[in-house]
């Protein structure tokens, strides 16, 4: 019997909460994937640490400060070692890759991502804010160079396995599931209060930081539901939100002749990912089977725009389309990491979003350079306005 070919594997942010579980699945899966590449930002010691359990071809830390802490502590294996933002996106075009997990937050992710699809690579895309930001360019050089982008978020893979088998047959409407996050029920007066403690506690998933409080404050749901817009080709009109507590259903898609799909299982990213890695077969997991007993009851409800503001905001990007979703992922990045420092509080960070969607040009037909330039200018002025909410 003909050994089967091990899938290379390059995963961008590998010490992050994605990555990390990606190495889970790898672990789990020796003799399907292996790890090509590893990189991280900052988190110099836990790459070292994967490196050595995984012993990877090439490791990238993007802080070149700790260049020279990685080189050494890896000299004694046959590893290459580089540094900054340029050896990342390099590095996703060595031949030997067959799959990059783009696991990086933020915008970071975007040139990788665009340099991997021109190296032809399957690209499974846990980074949301690279279709938020750049979803009709990334579209444009997907088909250009024939490359099949898997989706890893929960929900977008739910979608695309209820579409599995369904060949053309038209959606009607994708329904997104919400877990409502740890705020669900919190008064709007109370939510003017919450700590990035409280923020920090989500009920049903294990996530990084920027991540968590995108969801505490359903940023999070608005940037899955532009998303959704690229990856399915679906008008805005037919993607809905419903917030559903148990987080069991991942998401639904409604088809013409009204029949609905959804896709469920126990709230475990290593599911996605694995399901990206290995489509289009499924492969044995370890992970929780779901108790339809211990999930007895399963319950929806319409989310409030009213208290999660960030939702309509992503809504009202995704409909002038051109730039504003780039503007608005760059002012949430900003006020995230201000909420995190303790510098504005919970509702604030929509305060700060709308007005700088506001206040910079909208293009209506932006090139990536013009992205480039609208994520530098609408950091600028969220900054701005932070600093003037602090006084």
Request: aromatic share 8%.
């Amino acid at each position: 019997m003909n050994e089967v070919r091990k899938k290379q594997i390059a995963i961008l942010g590998s010490t992050g909460s994605i990555g990390t579980q990606a190495l889970d699945v790898i672990s789990e899966h020796p003799n399907l994937f292996e790890v090509y590449a590893l990189t991280a930002n900052n988190r110099v010691d836990e790459l070292i640490q994967q490196a050595r359990k995984f012993l990877p071809d090439v490791v990238v830390i993007a802080n070149e400060s700790k260049y020279s802490y990685l080189k050494e502590s890896l000299q004694d294996l046959p590893i290459k070692v580089y540094a900054g933002a340029d050896a990342l996106t390099q590095i996703v075009t060595a031949h030997p890759i067959d799959i990059v997990l783009t696991a990086m937050v933020g915008y970071a992710g975007l040139k990788p991502t665009i340099e991997a699809i021109k190296a032809k690579k399957i690209i499974a895309l846990a980074n949301k804010e690279t279709l938020v930001v750049a979803g009709e360019l990334i579209n444009s050089l997907a088909q250009e160079y024939r490359v099949p982008i898997l989706p890893v978020d929960s929900e977008h893979s739910a979608i695309f396995q209820c579409l599995v088998g369904e060949y053309d047959n038209p959606i009607e409407k994708i329904i997104l599931t919400a877990s409502g996050g740890p705020f669900r029920t919190t008064s709007l007066g109370d939510l003017a209060r919450v700590t990035k403690t409280q923020a920090l506690k989500h009920p049903n998933w294990d996530m990084g930081a920027k991540i968590t409080i995108d969801s505490a404050s359903m940023m999070n749901k608005g940037f899955e539901v532009l998303e959704a817009k690229w990856l399915f080709g679906v008008d805005p009109s037919q993607i809905d939100v419903v917030v559903h507590p148990q987080s069991v259903i991942h998401s639904m898609v409604q088809f013409e002749d009204g029949s609905v799909k959804a896709q469920l299982g126990a709230p475990d990213m290593r599911t996605p990912i694995q399901y990206a890695f290995s489509y289009p077969n499924r492969v044995k997991s370890s992970v929780k089977r779901l108790s339809f007993v211990e999930y007895s009851t399963l319950t929806f409800e319409t989310p409030d725009t009213t208290r999660f503001r960030n939702l309509a905001l992503a809504y009202e990007a995704m409909h002038q389309a051109g730039n504003m979703p780039c503007i608005l992922n760059a002012a949430n990045e900003i006020v995230v990491s201000a909420f995190l420092k303790d510098k504005i509080g919970f509702l604030e960070m929509s305060d700060v979003i709308e007005q700088t969607m506001l206040k910079v040009a909208h293009l209506k037909t932006p090139s990536y350079d013009d992205y480039v330039a609208t994520d530098s200018e609408a950091r600028i002025f969220a900054s701005e306005f932070v600093s003037k909410v602090m006084k």
